[in-house]
Nanobody, 126 residues
Framework: EVRFVESGGGMVQPGGSLRLSCAAS????????MNWVRQAPGKGPEWVSS????????YYADSVKGRFTISRDNAKNTVYLQMNSLKPEDTAVYYC???????????????????WGQGTQVTVSS
């Protein structure tokens, strides 16, 4: 079965940094684009970032552009999200996800994703 396990969340002060990891198993990781989605309390899922299979192209929501960096290590079956200059509005559960079909162009909506991790909590508060 396909399994994604997110880690690296926690509580940080505004302006701080966190690095999230998503370890994948049960699929040929290198042929799937990967995505990060977050969901804040009381709100719907929000697409955050995408990275293509080889890692050569990345995409970001306007709300995180310039502060977050997505990357991947196909040899380790892992995708990362480096989060800098964190703001209270970044507080959410962060998920990694992908479509069920490989070799797709990166999509930018949670509606497109079939496989999800369990999520990791990020809390930004003073």
């Amino acid at each position: 079965e396909v399994r994604f396990v997110e880690s690296g969340g926690g509580m940080v002060q505004p302006g701080g940094s966190l690095r999230l990891s998503c370890a994948a198993s049960g699929l040929t990781f290198s042929i799937y684009d990967m995505n990060w989605v977050r969901q804040a309390p009381g709100k719907g899922p929000e697409w955050v970032s995408s990275i293509v299979t080889g890692g050569s192209s990345t995409y970001y929501a306007d709300s995180v552009k310039g502060r977050f960096t997505i990357s991947r290590d196909n040899a380790k079956n892992t995708v990362y999200l480096q989060m800098n200059s964190l703001k209270p509005e970044d507080t959410a559960v962060y998920y990694c996800a992908t479509e069920s079909r490989p070799f797709t162009i990166a999509t930018m909506t949670p509606l497109a994703y079939d496989y999800w991790g369990q999520g990791t909590q990020v809390t930004v508060s003073s």
